[in-house]
């Protein structure tokens, strides 16, 4: 096991590396029906950029990547002082669903931002998707006390 790396029944939870762009990628599209290449090259170059306690993490069970999170930690969001994580994208490969993997995922998240001593993680999720939403719940998300507003451009 490599350092930083930590495993819970089974799934080995380490940090995402660049070279697991290609497989985020594929990860993505297979659970999405399409290909954000450029959105996750960006993405991971950020996160991988960063100093500090790392928030992009990737899960393994029998050396498959079966998972990946993207998170960043803001220091002051929407004039609010304290620190902040955002949940970008929360990925499980399909056939590693019920495995423990995310909850895997979030128990290394939550590790890593309380060493940052950030108190606070936020995601949103589609109104439409209930296995997600009842997954969130179960690892304890509650409906913020924010609306998310959008206004569209065209």
């Given at each position: 096991m490599r350092r930083n790396e930590v495993t819970t029944t089974e799934v080995v939870i380490r940090n995402l590396r660049?070279?697991?762009?290609?497989?985020?990628?594929?990860?993505?599209?297979?659970n999405t029906g399409q290909r954000r290449d450029e959105y996750f090259r960006v993405k991971l170059e950020q996160n991988l950029a960063e100093t500090g306690v790392k928030v992009?993490?990737?899960?393994?069970?029998?050396?498959?990547f079966v998972g990946f999170l993207l998170a960043r930690v803001y220091y002051?969001?929407?004039?609010?002082p304290e620190p902040?994580?955002?949940?970008?994208?929360?990925?499980?490969?399909?056939?590693?669903?019920q495995h423990g993997v995310g909850t895997a995922l979030l128990a290394q998240l939550r590790t890593n931002l309380r060493?940052?001593?950030v108190t606070e993680l936020r995601t949103e999720v589609h109104w439409d998707n209930p296995?997600?939403?009842?997954?969130?719940?179960?690892?304890?998300?509650?409906?913020?006390?924010?609306?998310?507003?959008?206004?569209d451009l065209k």
């Open positions: 660049p070279e697991d762009l290609g497989q985020v990628i594929a990860l993505d599209a297979k992009s993490l990737a899960a393994e069970e029998e050396d498959c002051g969001e929407f004039g609010e902040v994580a955002v949940l970008d994208t929360l990925d499980v490969h399909p056939d590693f669903r060493g940052l001593g296995a997600l939403i009842r997954f969130f719940h179960g690892q304890g998300f509650r409906p913020a006390e924010r609306f998310c507003l959008d206004l």
